[in-house]
């Protein structure tokens, strides 16, 4: 019975993942954002508003040399 019980915990977790990963990223924001109002997750909510607003590849580690590449 144990067993089943940690199979469908992994199984679930397999799943919410998968449907966090297709979800689109306006739809993330609205959920994240719903939580946040709850008290659940605020911090996610704002370090993916940030992310959504990064323009482009403004997300890498190396955004700052191509941007100093560019200027040149």
């Keep these: ?3 089943q019980f940690i199979i ?3 199984v679930l977790g397999a799943a ?3 449907i966090w990963t ?3 990223m306006s ?3 609205r959920l994240l954002d719903a939580l946040a109002a709850r008290g659940i997750a605020a911090g996610a ?3 993916h508003r940030r992310r ?3 323009p482009g590849c403004g997300n890498c580690a190396a955004s700052e040399e191509h ?3 560019a200027k040149r």
């Design 1 to 3: 019975m144990l067993q």
């Design 8 to 10: 469908a915990i992994l």
């Design 16 to 18: 919410i993942y998968v």
């Design 22 to 24: 297709f979800m689109p």
């Design 27 to 29: 739809r993330r924001q």
């Design 45 to 47: 909510a704002a370090a």
């Design 52 to 54: 959504l607003a990064a």
């Design 67 to 69: 941007r100093g590449s």
